[in-house]
């Protein structure tokens, strides 16, 4: 197995990830109880050099409940009967955090309102101001 290829052409060796496996709940009859199945992966996020400063930490912000205080991602998959699917299925899992913070978010640009939007908007509060007018009760004093 070669590692995690990202699609900014980023490579994760394996040697990076970490993996324990446990019994497992879900599908497998007595075979949960006999085998270990559950995948763990554990990869440290602050040592690696393979991705960037700042995709780092948009990964902490983001993912802040995934990591140990010593900076370590912990994923876990027990969906599967067997434990290879399930080690594929934790490095997905990765793969697609990654690549959700891989590119930084594209900043706001704050626009401005046109004046004829403002001018639009203040003719039809009066309007409704002249509505609730004509509604009010008026006092007949002959």
């Not at 199945?37 to 996020?45: D, E, P, R, T, V």
């Not at 930490?57 to 995934?66: C, P, T």
């Amino acid at each position: 197995m070669p590692g995690l290829q990202l699609s900014s052409g980023a490579e994760i060796p394996e040697s990076e990830f970490e993996f324990t496996f446990a019994r497992s709940g879900g599908p497998g009859g007595q075979n949960v109880n006999k085998v270990n199945s559950k995948a763990i992966l554990h990869w440290n996020i602050e040592a690696t050099t393979h991705v960037t400063y700042g995709c780092k930490q948009r990964f902490k912000e983001k993912f802040a409940s995934r990591l140990t205080t010593d900076g370590l991602v912990v994923i876990s998959s027990q969906e599967h009967r067997d434990q290879v699917t399930n080690v594929q299925e934790c490095l997905e899992k990765l793969a697609a955090m990654l690549e959700s913070v891989l590119t930084p978010p594209i900043a706001r640009k704050a626009t401005k309102i046109p004046k004829a939007v403002k001018v639009k908007r203040t003719e039809s509060k009066r309007e409704v101001g002249k509505k609730k007018q004509q509604r009010k009760s008026v006092d007949y004093d002959y």
